[in-house]
């Protein structure tokens, strides 16, 4: 069944539009009311790179970070989409030095690291990237050494059916309310198995990880990563990227996560709310214009926000810097009754 997506953002050439970007959105509480929506709040999407808190969360719950002596920096970047950045590949190593894992036992392959093309940069014709430099390569450390907590094997430690892989879905299944077995699975860009949830489901993950309402058992794990990751918010993502900025428009209050193909989420702890929207073409630079709509129309951000407002209304450039358009948000929240 296609979602029901409507018209979120459109993107213009000169006073005229080109392109229209549909989408959905949700905000929820923490126990999963759907409070304001735009477009349909239970669309079916893939978690991407926002489910990363999630995966993380078994190691948490088991106590790694005690047992291994990671740092709040090491337990961010078990969540991190970062970009690559020495000080990230550095803590990498240090995570995997933890969990007695060497570089190559990474499974998440390489590609040039995000910090060239955010500050539009060319990496130098000698340079050389490995695995370490993967965005990914924090979530998958931080798997090798959940299988070095527990004497799991680490060749296969991708598959499905593989002991961490199951815990992961079963842990979200339980915090949901759902069964494992009824969450849609698929293949991460990073190689890893990925999950499908309503944007209902997706926010309201969101919302406990940043103000509990898991239970008793599992708060305190979402509070050591909703820590973390506040603490170091250039851990999980780097130097011009947009998790940043998000975080630091929250000022430890929010966290705040991209995902591939136009996926994005923000918890807010003041508030108790969890938001997560999906631009329907995937297209990253229009998932930034509505999440911080979405966040205006909520009283979260005041239109000069001095680390948000670059996406009120986001110039379009030619190769030549030429300013040809713009990207806006064209809906209105409306709050569900």
């Not at 047992?67 to 961010?76: I, N």
């Not at 309310?177 to 969101?206: I, K, M, Q, Y």
Request: glycine share 12%; net charge neutral; with cysteine.
């Amino acid at each position: 069944m296609v979602p029901g997506y409507v018209p979120l953002v459109v993107a213009t050439r000169g006073d005229a539009v080109e392109n229209v970007h549909y989408g959905a959105a949700a905000v929820v509480d923490r126990g999963g009311r759907v409070l304001h929506a735009v477009g349909d709040p239970h669309a079916l999407v893939f978690t991407r790179s926002t489910l990363k808190a999630f995966q993380a969360l078994p190691f948490v719950l088991d106590g790694g970070p005690r047992d291994l002596g990671l740092s709040d920096e090491q337990v961010a970047l078990t969540t991190a989409s970062h970009s690559g950045e020495p000080f990230h590949v550095a803590a990498v190593d240090a995570l995997l030095a933890r969990a007695g894992q060497p570089p190559e036992a990474l499974q998440c392959g390489c590609h040039v690291p995000y910090v060239y093309e955010t500050l539009g940069r060319v990496p130098p014709a000698d340079a050389r990237f490995d695995a370490r430099h993967h965005n990914c390569s924090g979530k998958h450390a931080g798997f090798l050494a959940y299988c070095r907590l527990h004497g799991l094997s680490t060749h296969d430690y991708l598959e499905r059916g593989h002991p961490l892989q199951r815990r992961i879905r079963e842990q979200v299944g339980a915090l949901l309310g759902r069964p494992a077995a009824s969450l849609p699975v698929g293949t991460d860009g990073c190689s890893a198995p990925n999950l499908a949830l309503p944007l209902s489901g997706l926010a309201r993950l969101w919302a406990m990880l940043a103000g509990g309402g898991a239970g008793a058992a599992v708060d305190p794990a979402l509070e050591t990563l909703f820590g973390a990751m506040t603490a170091h918010p250039e851990a999980v993502s780097g130097t011009g990227r947009s998790d940043l900025y998000f975080a630091r428009a929250g000022r430890g209050d929010w966290v705040a996560k991209v995902g591939a193909d136009g996926v994005q989420v923000v918890g807010v702890r003041s508030r108790g709310l969890g938001v997560a929207l999906k631009i329907a073409d995937g297209r990253s630079e229009a998932r930034f214009v509505a999440a911080f709509a979405v966040l205006r129309a909520l009283g979260l951000v005041a239109p000069d926000d001095p680390e948000l407002s670059r996406y009120a209304r986001l110039p379009i450039r030619n190769v030549r810097g030429t300013v040809t358009g713009e990207m806006r948000a064209v809906f209105e929240l409306s709050e569900v009754r």
